[in-house]
């Protein structure tokens, strides 16, 4: 039995990386931890400013970040210094790449009890979002992949903008709010940290590489926009 629940946390942390519903056999099982040379890890040098734009470039296309369980890269910058949450928001497009795999923000950055803890917003290219969380070293999905309207499909010169509020009155208190392109698009929570604290924490940048990249003919190359 519990092998068999081991392996239901394996497939779902997949769904969460590839960033789509995959066909049933597409990946092998593989560990839902966030440690080095697993599914999902911390790697600032991979997203690299440029400064004269203030743009941040994350532009790979070497094979030893090819996972058969997809391999979340993020990047943690912007520290939200005061006791309210400070809105994050970026633009973000994908030149390059998979379309059906993920990039986004990173959010809430820390420590809850302890153990390593962010949330995060990933969007695709086939304007789809999903949300999701990293607690005690498993990512945790909050919000499956979900097809909106508000998001521009495609890659290329094609920009999305994320915006990320937090609610402190009315029926949305203590909630998120997620506007796509300028359009609100849900409310959200994590129902096991209802009231976070934001100071000291920090936001940046998301990138997922799938499995389906194909880096003897291509790269993935997303550029964020604070």
């Given amino acids: 039995m519990k092998s068999f629940l081991k392996i239901i946390s394996v497939l779902f942390f997949t769904s969460l990386i590839t960033a789509c519903t995959l066909p049933a056999g597409t990946y092998s099982a593989g560990t839902t931890g966030t440690e080095s040379g697993t599914g999902s890890e911390k790697k600032d040098d ?36 005061s006791d309210v949450f400070e ?98 698009e849900t409310y959200f929570s994590d129902t096991d940290n209802m009231n976070p604290e934001f100071k000291g924490t920090w936001w940046g940048y998301a990138a997922v590489i799938s499995p389906f990249d194909n880096f003897d003919i291509s790269r993935v190359k997303v550029i964020y926009r604070k």
């Fill in 87 to 184: 809105a994050v928001e970026c633009r973000v497009n994908k030149e390059y790449g998979y379309t059906e795999a993920g990039y986004g923000v990173v959010f809430l950055c820390g420590e809850k009890n302890g153990k390593k803890y962010l949330m995060t917003v990933l969007i695709n290219s086939c304007q789809k979002y999903c949300i999701g969380k990293v607690e005690n070293n498993e990512f945790k999905m909050i919000q499956n992949w979900t097809f909106t309207s508000n998001l521009a499909g495609g890659n290329g010169g094609i920009v999305n903008r994320i915006r990320i509020e937090y609610m402190t009155s009315g029926e949305n208190k203590n909630k998120f709010r997620l506007l796509l392109n300028g359009e609100e």
């Fill in 46 to 81: 991979l997203f690299v400013e440029d400064e004269e734009s203030g743009e941040y470039v994350f532009d790979v296309n070497d094979k030893k970040y090819i996972r058969k369980e997809g391999y979340t890269v993020w990047t943690e910058l912007y520290e939200n210094k």
